[in-house]
């Protein structure tokens, strides 16, 4: 059974930093493309950034590039994403999701974690 598990969300202030992890079971996924999601209350999930699996290539939104960082080891089913200077407007839920080739369309995703709540105070 595949699961993913998302950690490392919590309450920062306005300019620091969190790390989110994923951790993706139940089956390899050394070739899937994992990337980030979220969601905003009244919002729809919206694209942050992703990993390809063959070819290791991010995609970031222009809301995040510079500050967020995402990586994957090689091979590997973990995914992290290193987020900087933290803003009120990146206050979410997380979501992970795992998808054949790296899109930003969340429709085109197989697996998704239950979400990790980020709250940034201003």
């Known amino acids: 059974q595949v699961e993913l598990v998302e950690s490392g969300g919590g309450t920062v202030q306005a300019g620091g930093s969190l790390r989110l992890s994923c951790e993706a079971s139940?089956?390899?996924?050394?070739?899937?493309?994992m990337g980030w999601f979220r969601r905003s209350p009244g919002k729809e999930r919206e694209f942050v950034a992703v990993v390809g699996g063959d070819n290791g290539k991010e995609y970031y939104a222009d809301a995040v590039k510079g500050r967020f960082t995402i990586s994957r080891d090689k091979g590997a089913s973990t995914v992290l994403m290193e987020m900087n200077s933290l803003e009120p407007e990146d206050t979410a839920v997380y979501y992970c999701?795992?998808?054949?080739?790296?899109?930003?369309?969340?429709?085109?995703?197989?697996?998704w974690g239950r979400g990790t709540q980020v709250t940034v105070a201003s």
């Open positions: 139940g089956r390899s996924f050394s070739h899937y493309a």
């Open positions: 999701g795992v998808g054949a080739i790296p899109v930003r369309q969340a429709s085109l995703y197989d697996y």
